[in-house]
């Protein structure tokens, strides 16, 4: 089955630095989600890309699917405590339903 | 607008039991999707209904899990003879029937524990 791999699994940063996760795929994508799960929280929906070399910005988020459509990158600028979490990609598939990647753990230090 | 509801959202249970968990899609929405996560691991999709029919279960364990999403009421899905490895956090979603779209809203969680 298709699988999503997201690197780096865990990101230890101070307030004030930035951060990025990648996501690749093996397969050409038809499109992309971005995630974010707090601690002991639920999945909430970021972002949705489709088109080759998308770039959508949310505030201090910038997201881009790449030019072939098998990876994609979340970035954040001058993270927070308040971003601390797991940020997921997950891919749609034929029924709807969705791939997660593996996950990149970030911990923000004040 | 109320968004997707589960409950409950701990459920504690010895090992041979039954576990049912409920969950109501948000308003609107007619696509339901339940997802495990197991602890310190990503989501993995188990099944996915519309009202009355199930659509896609390939992550549906073979044995004792079914899931129902009736014309009435909220989905359900239901664990017979849990065991220790059903400990996990359960998430159901919901999605609106608009093609070309995909992203779905998810619920709190049934926390499962079996001891």
């Known amino acids: 089955g298709q699988q999503v791999m997201q690197i780096p699994q865990y990101q230890h940063v101070q307030e004030g630095e930035d951060f990025t996760t990648y996501c690749n795929s093996s397969?050409?994508?038809?499109?992309i989600q971005w995630y974010k799960q707090r601690p002991g929280g639920h999945p909430v929906f970021l972002i949705q890309?489709?088109?080759?070399?998308e770039v959508k910005k949310q505030k201090r988020l910038t997201f881009q699917f790449g030019e072939a459509k098998k990876n994609s990158s979340l970035h954040i600028t001058a993270t927070q405590t308040t971003d601390v979490g797991t940020y997921f990609c997950?891919?749609?598939?034929?029924?709807?339903?969705?791939?997660f990647g593996t996950g990149t753990l970030l911990a923000v230090q004040p | 607008n109320a968004g997707v509801m589960q409950n409950p959202r701990h459920l504690v249970r010895r090992r041979g039991q039954e576990a049912r968990l409920r969950c109501s899609p948000m308003?609107?929405?007619?696509?339901v999707y339940w997802y495990r996560q197991l602890p310190e691991e990503g989501l993995k999709f188990m099944v996915y209904?519309?009202?009355?029919?199930?659509?896609?279960e390939s992550g549906m364990p073979k044995e004792r899990f079914s899931a129902e999403f009736p014309k009435e009421g909220p989905s359900i899905l239901r664990i017979q003879q849990v065991v220790r490895g059903d400990s996990a956090a359960y998430f159901c979603?919901?999605?609106?029937?608009?093609?070309?779209?995909?992203?779905?809203?998810f619920g709190p969680g049934t926390r499962l524990t079996v001891t």
């Open positions: 979603a919901s999605s609106p029937s608009r093609e070309g779209t995909y992203e779905q809203y």
């Open positions: 397969t050409t994508l038809s499109n």
């Open positions: 890309l489709v088109k080759s070399g």
């Open positions: 997950a891919v749609g598939g034929a029924t709807n339903k969705l791939i």
């Open positions: 308003k609107g929405h007619s696509h």
């Open positions: 209904l519309q009202k009355e029919n199930i659509i896609d």
